[in-house]
């Protein structure tokens, strides 16, 4: 069971930091990604990270602006989110992959999902 946290209204150009908490002793077995949906517009990728933690891919729109970690010791991922902009406003969500490295940008790809935080970015 993944739990996402963290959500809020910011204004452009803030920051806010977004929080995945999961149950279960099999956390580090999973690469996991946060993936956010605007209204009317498909889920998409944003980042991921692998089992690790030691490698990270991003989505090229948040690059330098956005953060994703891993804590396998506490079951957390977390993002870390600067510099927002309107245009990130989406429901954000974190999902488990436990059959690849975290860089799939594929929502079938995912095992897992969490329930989704709502982030607003006021212009």
């Known amino acids: 069971q993944l739990q996402a946290s963290g959500g809020g209204l910011v204004q452009a150009g803030g920051s806010l930091r977004l929080s995945c908490a999961a149950s279960g002793r099999t956390f580090s077995m999973y690469a996991m990604g946060w993936f956010r949906q605007a209204p009317g517009k498909d889920r998409e990728f944003v980042a991921g990270?692998?089992?690790?933690?030691?490698?990270?891919y991003y989505k090229d729109t948040v690059k330098g602006r956005f953060t994703i970690s891993r804590d396998n010791a506490k079951n957390t991922v977390s993002l870390q989110m600067n510099s927002l902009k309107p245009e990130d406003t989406a429901v954000y969500y974190c999902?488990?992959?436990?059959?690849?490295?975290?860089?799939?940008?594929?929502?079938?790809?995912?095992?897992?999902w969490g329930q989704g935080t709502q982030v607003t970015v006021s212009s």
């Open positions: 999902a488990a992959d436990r059959g690849t490295a975290g860089d799939s940008e594929l929502v079938r790809a995912y095992d897992y």
């Open positions: 990270v692998s089992k690790s933690g030691r490698s990270t």
